[in-house]
Nanobody, 121 residues
């Protein structure tokens, strides 16, 4: 599966932004999906994942209650809605897909190219 991320940009602290990934291929619903992010000078970190059907989600403590992951298997898209953004949310955001359900980047086989989110204070 190929993933194409979009939707990043500049937003003020407290604002909202939505990032999405569009996937190619007819087996999109076979994959668990996740979002990771990598801030400048830091390692890439897990922030959210969603099951194949969309019925199960999991978030890191840093984003729980502020971010929402969702998917549309008919449209082959996965979306991360980010609310109440903070300057520390500034990072390149990556979507990823895997037949395995995990929280580490090595669990994921397919990656989007990343989209930059910048939160100003």
């Amino acid at each position: 599966v190929q993933l194409q991320a979009s939707g990043g940009g500049l937003v003020q602290a407290g604002g909202s932004l939505r990032v999405s990934c569009a996937a190619s291929g007819r087996t999109f619903s076979s994959y668990n999906l996740a979002w990771f992010r990598q801030a400048p000078g830091k390692e890439r970190e897990f922030i959210a994942r969603i099951s194949r059907s969309g019925g199960s989600t999991y978030y890191s403590e840093d984003v729980k209650g502020r971010f929402t992951i969702s998917r549309d298997n008919a449209k082959n898209t996965v979306t991360l809605q980010m609310n109440n953004l903070k300057p520390e949310d500034t990072a390149v955001y990556y979507c990823a897909a895997s037949t395995y359900s995990g929280y580490y980047d090595y669990h994921y086989d397919y990656w989007g190219q990343g989209t930059l989110v910048t939160v100003s204070s």
